[in-house]
């Protein structure tokens, strides 16, 4: 039996020993485990009609790449977001990054895995969450993209890998930067670490804005040996906003 299947089994039973309770609304989850109720995850809002590159959200009927990654491919090869940075979505995140709440995390997580294979993305070989500069680790007490990623490999199967890659400095706040002070920002401030990177990555963040960070992220991967780097967030940015990474 796979392990994603023992994975499930033990999910149901759990959700029959410890009813799920939302972690929003503090009603009765989703069974058989999910901590979020049907009606608080109808309030999210979903990222239906997006770019394939970056996950931008576009137009219904338009082109499938949006006008930036039209004139300049990314590094990245391709971007999944199944969900917009909106409320209530954006409380949950910073209700998870900034105030501890891991229980939301595991949520988010499981939430993403289900969006992949809803979406039937192309799995990769391992996951790779986006690494955290020390300092703000240690303040932080954890690496939200980890917290994400551990989910999001049980679902499905997928090893998670925090070797491949490490932050070489710290960089300033990427919320406070436009999109081409990022860039500039994070130059060289990651490093491959392991010898030989896999050939299909899958990184794994909260939230993608520019795509400043995942696109360095990507460079140095690729140098490194990786043939596909794919990027999987739990939410999209609105152009409209500023934020985050």
Same mark, same amino acid.
């Given at each position: 039996? %796979? +392990? ?13 020993l410890?009813?799920?309770? @939302?972690?929003q @609304? ?11 109720c049907? +009606? ?9 009609? !997006? ?9 219904v ?10 004139? /300049?491919?990314?590094?990245?090869d391709?971007?999944? !977001?199944?969900?917009? +940075? ?6 949950l995140?910073q ?27 192309e ?5 790779v969450?986006?690494?955290?500069? %020390? ?10 993209a980890l ?9 499905? /199967? ?8 490490? %932050? ?25 670490? !392991? ?6 990555? !899958? ?5 993608l ?16 040996g ?5 990027v ?6 609105s ?7």
């Open positions: 039996m %796979r +392990y994603a299947e023992v994975h499930n089994w033990l999910r149901i039973v759990q959700g029959w410890l009813p799920p309770r @939302c972690v @609304c503090g009603g009765t989850g989703r069974p058989p485990a999910l901590d979020l049907r +009606y608080c995850e109808e309030d999210l809002v979903a990222n239906l009609t !997006a770019c394939r590159g970056c996950a931008t959200p576009l137009p009927g338009g082109d499938e790449r949006c006008g930036g990654c039209l004139r /300049s491919a990314r590094t990245f391709a971007a999944f !977001a199944p969900y917009l +940075y909106e409320y209530p979505m954006d409380r995140i209700r998870f990054k900034y105030q501890g709440e891991l229980a939301v995390g595991r949520v988010l997580g499981e939430l993403l895995a289900s969006a992949v294979a809803a979406r039937g993305c799995l990769p070989q391992v996951l969450p986006v690494p955290l500069a %020390r300092a703000k680790q240690r303040m932080r007490g954890f690496n939200q917290e994400l990623a551990r989910p999001l490999g049980r679902a499905l /199967s997928l090893p998670v890998r925090m070797d491949l890659c490490a %932050r070489s400095r710290a960089t300033a706040d990427q919320a406070t930067l436009g999109a081409r002070a990022r860039r500039r920002n994070l130059r060289g401030a990651f490093v491959a670490v !392991a010898s030989e990177a896999a050939q299909r990555i !899958a990184l794994v963040d909260d939230v804005t520019t795509g400043s960070t995942c696109e360095e992220l990507a460079r140095v991967l690729k140098r490194a990786a043939e596909r780097v794919d999987w967030v739990v939410a999209r940015a152009p409209r906003r500023r934020g985050f990474h």
